[in-house]
Each structure stands twice: as C-alpha cells, then as structure tokens.
C-alpha cells in the first residue's frame, strides 16, 4: 500500500466529527489539520465522466479543490493544479494521488492576488495540458472577525481580491481558450443566502460570485460554454482552522445542519464532476447546495 493511502486510515469518515480547538497561520495545510480531511482518496471511484478532458483547479491542494482534483482525475480528465506556494506538501501529495490515476498533472503554483499571474494562468495552463475544458474557479480567503469596527480595508480588498476579482479574470481568460461544449463551475457558498455576521466581507464576495455565474453564464451560452457554481455548507478543510472560524466554534462545526455535522470535501466533488461532464448539457447558471441541510434558496 503506498504511502498516502495507509495515511488516510486516519481520516475522517462521514461520521460526526468534533474537531479539537486548533489554529493554523493563512493558508492552512491539510497535512496539520485534525482530524485529516476525506478527499475521497480511498472511495471515489471514477466513471470516463470526463475521459480526455482538460481541468484547471484554482485551490487543487487542498479541501474541496483537492477533493474535486482526485475525482475529476479518476473521471479521465487531465488537471493543473493551482495552489499558494506555502501549500506545496499538499500539492504534492495530491498531485502523487493523480499520478495514479494515470492522468496528466501539471502544478501551476502562484498567488492570485498578483495581477500578472492570474492573468496568466488560463493560458499557461492551457500551454501546459495542450488545451482547456474546464475552469473550476475554487480559490478563497476566509478570516472571521467579529465586528465591522474591526475589519480591516486590507483584509477587505484581499478577500474580494482573491474571491471574486481573480474570477473576474480567470473567467474572462477562459471564455477564450474554452471550447464549445466547455464548462466553468464558481464555487460560491451557503453564506451566499445565509450570511454569517462574523464573515461580513467573505460572504459578500460569496453573493457577489452567486450573481456573477448567473450573468456570465448568459453571456457564456451564447459560445456553447456552461457556466455553474456549487454553494457548499460547512466542509471540513484547512480554510477552518486558519481564521475562518472563531477557534472556539471549531468542536461544534457543522452542527447545526439538518444532519448534525460537517461535511467532507469528497461529499462535494460529485457536484462539480456532475455540472463539468457532458450529462450537464443543460444545465447553465444554476447552483448546487451540498450543505448537510440547510434553508436555502
Ligand atoms: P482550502 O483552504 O482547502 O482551499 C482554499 C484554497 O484557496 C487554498 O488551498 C489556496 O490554494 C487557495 N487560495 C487562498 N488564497 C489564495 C491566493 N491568494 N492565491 C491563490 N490561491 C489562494 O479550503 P476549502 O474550504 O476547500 O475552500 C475552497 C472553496 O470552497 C473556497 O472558495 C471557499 O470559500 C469555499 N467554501 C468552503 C466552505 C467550507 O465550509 N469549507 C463552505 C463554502 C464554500
Ligand atoms: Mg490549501
């Protein structure tokens, strides 16, 4: 057995989990988060859903991205990954798990608030997988902070900057490498609907990618391009535990939601292999919830 997968007997299961209190510095690595986070590295089993494609994962190292990597992959689809520098051990070790599938990987690593990378990228990883099908725009910043009066405008323009200005110009690079029959899928969130008041501007950027899928997919149509988003609830991933959440929230994360937990990352990646594949041929601007259960739109 390799090296990863006899790792992940310590992984979470869809069990209820209780996190211990922890906190990591921006951006967090799966490989210090505990308990591990489930990408599906042991249960997905592919189908050819996406046999030949092309993927670009913004956030591939870790958390949903890695989860929607490891599918997409056992799916068919060739992948560049594209990641935080800090979060190469992730990137690795995920880019190991592809390798297996015996898919091509390629690591684009970078910082997208940096204009000349994410403009760039679309294209380099074009270069890289000798064209592109799919931009999963999956790449996010979340620090909680409690009061308005303590939000700062830097963190403000980072996670905008990060959130939904890098989407802007990802997805507008992609609109001309795509092809017909291509597919962008946002991942956006339940703080979209249901804002968290301690996640004043993460949310806001949320609402804004939920609006932005719906008028780029309009425009998008008119090129035979599908444009859709997955609004996930709370996912166990490294974005938790580096700010996202008030540390003392960490043992009851998830909770609240119909089914009284977490989810995992591998709980998510189906919607984004459902909405990037073929059988989705008709589906443009809508939203996925994979939320355990919550009120939603
Ligand atoms: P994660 O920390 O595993 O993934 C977020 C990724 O964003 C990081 O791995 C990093 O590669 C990337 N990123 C952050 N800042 C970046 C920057 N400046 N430049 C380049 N890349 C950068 O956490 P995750 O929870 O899997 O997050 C993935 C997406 O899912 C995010 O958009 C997040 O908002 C969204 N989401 C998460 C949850 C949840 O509960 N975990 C719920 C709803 C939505
Ligand atoms: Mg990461």
């Known amino acids: 057995?390799?090296?990863?997968?006899?790792?992940?007997?310590?992984?979470?299961?869809?069990?209820?989990?209780?996190?211990?209190?922890?906190?990591?510095?921006?951006?967090?690595?799966?490989?210090?988060?505990?308990?591990?986070?489930d990408h599906g590295e042991r249960s997905y089993r592919g189908r050819d859903r996406l046999t030949g494609k092309?993927?670009?994962i913004t956030g591939g190292d870790s958390g949903i991205g890695a989860?929607?990597?490891?599918?997409?992959?056992?799916?068919?689809?060739?992948?560049?990954?594209?990641?935080?520098?800090?979060?190469?051990?992730?990137?690795?070790?995920?880019?190991?798990?592809?390798?297996?599938?015996?898919?091509?990987?390629?690591?684009?690593?970078?910082?997208?608030?940096?204009?000349?990378?994410?403009?760039?990228?679309?294209?380099?990883?074009a270069k890289a997988l000798g064209g592109l099908d799919i931009l999963v725009n999956n790449a996010g910043k979340q620090v909680s902070v409690p009061s308005l009066e303590q939000l700062r405008d830097e963190q403000i323009e980072a996670t905008f900057d990060v959130n939904i200005f890098a989407m802007f110009a990802l997805s507008r690079a992609a609109l001309k490498v795509l092809p017909e029959g291509g597919s962008i899928i946002n991942t956006t969130s339940i703080q979209a609907f249901d804002p968290s008041d301690h996640l004043m501007d993460y949310a806001a950027t949320k609402g804004a990618?939920?609006?932005?899928?719906?008028?780029?997919?309009?425009?998008?149509?008119?090129?035979?391009?599908?444009?859709?988003?997955v609004a996930p609830g709370p996912i166990w991933t490294p974005l938790q535990p580096s700010d996202g959440q008030p540390i003392e929230a960490l043992p009851e994360f998830g909770h609240d939601t119909w089914l009284g937990r977490a989810g995992q990352p591998v709980e998510v990646s189906p919607a984004y292999v459902f909405l990037a594949s073929d059988e989705a041929s008709y589906i443009l601007g809508s939203t996925v919830h994979v939320n355990g259960g919550k009120n939603q739109p």
């Open 1 to 37: 057995m390799s090296e990863h997968l006899s790792q992940d007997t310590q992984r979470a299961g869809k069990e209820r989990i209780s996190p211990p209190e922890q906190r990591q510095p921006e951006p967090g690595l799966d490989q210090k988060l505990e308990p591990r986070a």
């Open 54 to 56: 092309r993927a670009l």
């Open 67 to 125: 989860a929607v990597a490891i599918a997409f992959a056992r799916e068919g689809a060739d992948v560049a990954l594209a990641y935080l520098p800090a979060e190469e051990p992730d990137a690795i070790r995920i880019a190991s798990i592809l390798d297996e599938a015996g898919v091509q990987v390629q690591h684009l690593p970078g910082d997208l608030r940096e204009r000349s990378y994410r403009d760039s990228l679309v294209d380099q990883a």
């Open 209 to 229: 990618i939920s609006n932005f899928t719906k008028s780029l997919a309009s425009q998008a149509a008119r090129r035979g391009i599908r444009v859709n988003a």
